[in-house]
């Protein structure tokens, strides 16, 4: 079982930066950890994953702008968010995968970027 928790969203303008953290808790040994999103009438879609090996995978909409990072000791993944559109308001979520192939999810955090 994986609990998560994160933190660091909220109101920005355009143009600006925010960055989010997730912090797992529990016993299992988590293999990916990643952040999605999910804007008003549309699917939760990926933003940014990274194994424990430092593998990073990136939407489109976000290379250049974005960067993923984690620390195993600490279990926990953080997302650099710069250069911020309006296009990337929504409820960002925390996404971990163990070993074992179980995905867990946090609550989400809401990132609303003003133009």
């Known amino acids: 079982q994986v609990q998560l928790v994160e933190s660091g969203g909220g109101l920005v303008q355009a143009g600006g930066s925010l960055r989010l953290s997730c912090a797992a808790s529990g016993s299992a040994f988590i293999n990916v950890m990643g952040w999605y999103h999910q804007a008003p009438g549309k699917q939760r879609e990926l933003v940014a994953t990274?194994?424990?090996?430092?593998?990073?995978n990136y939407a489109d909409s976000v290379k250049g702008r974005f960067t993923i990072s984690r620390d195993n000791n600490k279990n926990t993944v953080s997302l650099q968010m710069n250069d911020l559109k309006a296009e990337d308001t929504a409820t960002y979520y925390c996404y971990t995968k163990t070993f074992q192939n179980f995905a867990y999810w946090g609550q989400g955090t809401q990132v609303t970027v003003s133009s």
């Open positions: 990274i194994s424990r090996i430092g593998t990073t």
